[in-house]
């Protein structure tokens, strides 16, 4: 893989990580805007807490390179159960965010998915000619 595109990776991966942090600080703050989200789409407050400690736990794991595939996917499913938590309370834009966090979570662990297969390939290679 170019180097450039290597960068670019770990920058969406950094970032993606960022909010992820930040949003689960909001969470675990208990800031008014969120209480009043998880009021609106019916969940209990422990389930805030809850997610926010899930948020930042993936958040931290996703910028480990040997986890990142397992923190992207973890935290996809998250995402997976807001869309469809988002989409049963009504909530249109809070939707379109969890949607759009479900796209670059699949595509993070996409690329690394792919990154994983090709070492394991090249290593494979190796031994064949050993």
Do not use: C, N
């Not at 703050?29 to 807490?49: K, L």
């Not at 969890?98 to 390939?121: D, H, M, N, Y």
């Amino acid at each position: 893989m170019k180097r450039w595109m290597r960068i670019v990776g770990w920058i969406v991966v950094g970032l993606t990580s960022l909010f992820y942090i930040q949003s689960g600080i909001q969470k675990l703050a208990g800031t008014e805007e969120m209480i009043r989200h998880f009021q609106e789409i019916g969940y209990p407050d422990w389930s805030r807490i809850l997610i926010g400690l899930v948020e930042i736990a993936g958040a931290v794991l996703l910028v480990w390179p040997r986890l990142t595939l397992y923190a992207a996917t973890a935290l996809g499913l998250l995402m997976i159960g807001a869309v469809v938590s988002e989409l049963s309370a009504g909530q249109g834009f809070g939707t379109l965010m969890a949607a759009q966090w479900l796209v670059v979570l699949v595509l993070i662990a996409g690329v690394r998915l792919r990154i994983v297969f090709q070492s394991k390939s090249k290593s494979k290679r190796v031994e064949s000619h050993a």
